[in-house]
T-cell receptor
Framework: DAKTTQPPSMDCAEGRAANLPCNHS???????VYWYRQIHSQGPQYIIH???NNETNEMASLIITEDRKSSTLILPHATLRDTAVYYC??????????FGAGTILRVKS | GAVVSQHPSRVICKSGTSVKIECRSL??????MFWYRQFPKQSLMLMAT?????????EQGVEKDKFLINHASLTLSTLTVTSAHPEDSSFYIC?????????????FGEGSWLTVV
């Protein structure tokens, strides 16, 4: 599986956009970038995924660089409920998701 | 999104006994399910991959005879922790893949807290 690198923590002001970076320089051509988040003591929640095009849904936007070596998850208007650990995961064949340490996002009022 | 349900959400068992955790995909068929374990303040650790109708594939270091996985139908996988000990106390989480192919979404259950006393 391609390895991902995320900052250990980030702060964001409530109402502002939260931009969470992820590096995956060893990603291969058929691997997808997935983002999940985990709020304390709950199972991970799916946010978004993409292969090479930028993606947007009701929760977030995913921006993938042209060389696919990095991506950014954007929460357009962060709320206190968005405080969680955010995981960027690159899949291997069979979609086995291997979790790293993730980024702790703290949204502050 | 699709719903994955786990039961029980919390269980306490005595040391030496076995406990079963169920994972169900409620509104889709899941040919593949995954089981994870998470200790406090740590990330999720993948234990095994479960395919409907076949034996589970365990990650390195996970004892298959201790963590029995059965995926008998397209909507149900079970994890049985056999001869549980206090060190098996953890948060167990399952996930299920909607559809086949490498780009499909994987949804997670709410998790099950196991405490072995």
């Amino acid at each position: 599986d391609a390895k991902t690198t995320q900052p250990p923590s980030m702060d964001c002001a409530e109402g502002r956009a939260a931009n969470l970076p992820c590096n995956h320089s060893t990603i291969s051509g058929n691997e997808y970038v997935y983002w999940y988040r985990q709020i304390h003591s709950q199972g991970p929640q799916y946010i978004i995924h993409g292969l090479k095009n930028n993606e947007t849904n009701e929760m977030a936007s995913l921006i993938i660089t042209e060389d696919r070596k990095s991506s950014t998850l954007i929460l357009p208007h962060a709320t206190l409920r968005d405080t969680a650990v955010y995981y960027c995961i690159v899949t291997s064949y069979g979609n086995k998701l291997v979790f790293g340490a993730g980024t702790i996002l703290r949204v502050k009022s | 999104g699709a719903v994955v349900s786990q039961h029980p959400s919390r269980v306490i068992c005595k040391s030496g006994t076995s406990v079963k955790i169920e994972c169900r995909s409620l509104d889709f068929q899941a040919t593949t399910m995954f089981w994870y374990r998470q200790f406090p303040k740590q990330s999720l650790m993948l234990m095994a991959t479960s395919n409907e109708g076949s034996k589970a594939t365990y990650e390195q270091g996970v004892e298959k005879d201790k963590f029995l996985i059965n995926h008998a139908s397209l909507t149900l996988s079970t994890l049985t922790v056999t001869s549980a000990h206090p060190e098996d106390s953890s948060f167990y989480i399952c996930s299920a893949k909607e559809g086949q192919g490498t780009g499909n979404t994987i949804y997670f259950g709410e998790g099950s807290w196991l405490t072995v006393v």
